[in-house]
């Protein structure tokens, strides 16, 4: 069974910095395969995609947080991060992680991140 464990949220001042985790337990064949994301959705908005690691170590982010907010893995320990510095108002949301298997997504529970100005 597939499972996402999110954690390293919080709450932060605007400016400040958070790095969330995200542990994976249950994948087939080996984490290093598969391509990891995360999402986030704040009250009131559509989840929107923010970064994504790819089995090779390729990156890509939203306009919003590219310069800002860095996603890395560490395969061996089966765990993708997502480094968020110089944080905004705006940033505050609940972020998930998300991988897709075959023809089914996953999603962890998320973390709630919360941006005081």
């Known amino acids: 069974q597939v499972q996402l464990q999110e954690s390293g949220g919080g709450l932060v001042q605007a400016g400040g910095s958070l790095r969330l985790s995200c542990i994976a337990s249950g994948i087939p064949i080996s984490f290093s395969i598969y391509a990891m994301n995360w999402y986030r959705q704040a009250p009131g908005k559509q989840r929107e995609p923010v970064a994504t690691?790819?089995?090779?170590?390729?990156?890509n982010y939203a306009d919003f947080v590219k310069g800002r907010f860095t996603v890395s893995r560490d395969n061996a320990k089966k765990t993708v991060y997502l480094q968020m510095n110089s944080l905004k108002p705006e940033d505050a949301a609940v972020y998930y992680c998300?991988?897709?298997?075959?023809?089914?997504?996953?999603w962890g529970q998320g973390t709630q991140v919360t941006v005081s100005s």
């Open positions: 998300t991988t897709q298997i075959g023809s089914k997504a996953y």
């Open positions: 690691i790819t089995s090779g170590g390729r990156t």
